[in-house]
């Protein structure tokens, strides 16, 4: 292994690097792959709850925009290797893809490991020599090569180098920011990673007392300042430090952010989207009116799941014991408006290891967006979530990293 030169050399085995290797295999390149961990894909087979939602049928000015600022950086990556072209890619193999709701595309298996097993097979196939349980310690650009430097005093050359270690998130995948010190000693710039798709920490300590119940077509509004960030109708978790579930998942990114000047940041639940206030009040009316003479605690039940029951009356300070026909106008009006605002207060979120995603990563200011080449380095090439930038769940991240390990190593080959 020692000194051995190679056209391309990939380090880590997630999405990005797996298809920016069988790419530049495909380009009859002599490619090595190192991997950290002693197998490919440890973070793909934790995505989807196992299942892998690997893409979405979105257009991609929806994939833009889901990506905010970063979007426009992804283009081409995009427009070289879409949604269509990866699942035709997994179907040319044998591996079926299914649309599910909200158009993520999933195995049909409903297993991650199918979508492991497809790349590993094309990495086979396309001559790509693959190092397992190594990892890389240095990087250095000398005489036109890379020079490797790995553990267990290895080393080894190549022309082109793809960095494809992912980010700082899901530390037992392997990653654990290894990327990130390499391209900076390398001079490139690192944006301050925030965790995204992450749970969120509250104030209120009740929640734990609602730990693992989902609340379902609900919708959340985030409260910061002058600012909403209101949802679509989805699902809730309670934990019990806070909330997770994917409604609160998709906007954490966001809420980090403004977590980061704000102390505070206000989370109403909208426990009854479906019905205007104006109808929850006759629908309310209606209840007490029928329930006549049983408690309110009792009456609740058609409307909110039993373990929120006491936990909603007291927050609407209204006596447990009161019966239906003893609440008055004021108090209905209580309840209406806590029914459509229930309200928390988010304080903070879980640390970055135990995000899904990392936002942050290599400035993208410093990458050429047709290339995924370093505009510092030549020669130097990244994909995937080491590329500053993140989508809430349904299958965009992953979009993003095989379409930028499409394009580094089809480029890494070509120039």
């Given at each position: 292994m020692a000194e051995e030169i190679y056209d391309i050399a990939?380090?880590?085995?997630g999405p990005a690097g797996s298809m920016a290797a069988i790419c530049a295999g495909q380009l009859k390149k002599n490619v090595v792959l190192i991997e950290r961990n002693n197998s490919l894909g440890k973070k793909i087979?934790?995505?989807?709850r196992g299942r892998c939602n690997i893409t979405n049928t979105a257009p991609v000015e929806r994939f833009m925009e889901k990506f905010g600022e970063k979007g426009h950086f992804l283009k081409p990556a995009f427009y070289s290797f879409f949604n269509q072209d990866l699942i035709e890619f997994f179907e040319s193999k044998g591996l079926k893809l299914k649309i599910e709701r909200q158009g993520r595309i999933f195995p049909v298996t409903d297993m991650a490991h199918s979508i492991v097993e497809v790349l590993k097979g094309c990495l086979e196939e396309n001559n790509v020599r693959i190092f397992y349980n190594i990892r890389l310690l240095n990087l250095e650009r000398m005489a036109g090569l890379f020079l490797l430097e790995l553990e267990g005093n290895k080393r080894m050359?190549?022309?082109?180098v793809v960095l494809a270690t992912g980010g700082a998130s899901y530390k037992i995948t392997g990653s654990t920011g290894d990327g990130f010190r390499i391209a900076e000693k390398l001079g490139h710039t690192i944006v301050p990673l925030r965790p995204a798709l992450v749970p969120l920490k509250t104030k209120e300590l009740w929640v734990k007392d609602l730990q693992g119940l989902t609340l379902k077509n609900i919708r959340i509004t985030f409260e910061c300042g002058k600012k909403e960030i209101v949802s679509d109708i989805g699902e809730l978790l309670f934990t019990h430090f806070g909330v997770s579930g994917p409604l609160v998942l998709d906007l954490s990114g966001q809420i980090v952010h403004f977590l980061e000047k704000h102390p505070e940041i206000g989370l109403l639940i909208d426990l009854k989207p479906g019905l205007r206030p104006e109808q929850l009040e006759k629908r309310l009316?209606?209840?007490?009116?029928?329930?006549?003479?049983?408690?309110?605690?009792?009456?609740?039940?058609?409307?909110?799941?039993?373990?929120?029951?006491?936990?909603?009356?007291?927050l609407s300070g209204i006596e447990l014991q009161k019966r239906g026909n003893q609440i008055s106008h004021k108090e209905r009006q209580l309840i209406r408006d806590l029914l459509k605002a229930l309200p928390l207060t988010i304080i903070g979120s879980l640390p970055l290891e135990e995000a899904m995603v990392t936002d942050g990563g290599i400035s993208t200011k410093e990458i050429n967006p047709r290339t995924m080449e370093s505009k510092i380095v030549p020669g130097l090439y990244f994909a995937g979530e080491i590329i500053d930038g993140s989508a809430p769940s349904g299958g965009y991240n992953l979009q993003k990293a095989f379409s930028t390990g499409y394009l580094a190593g089809e480029k890494a080959s070509c120039q």
């Open positions: 990939v380090i880590g085995g087979l934790l995505s989807g050359k190549a022309r082109k009316l209606t209840e007490f009116n029928t329930g006549g003479k049983t408690k309110i605690k009792n009456i609740m039940k058609s409307l909110l799941p039993h373990r929120l029951i006491p936990i909603f009356i007291g």
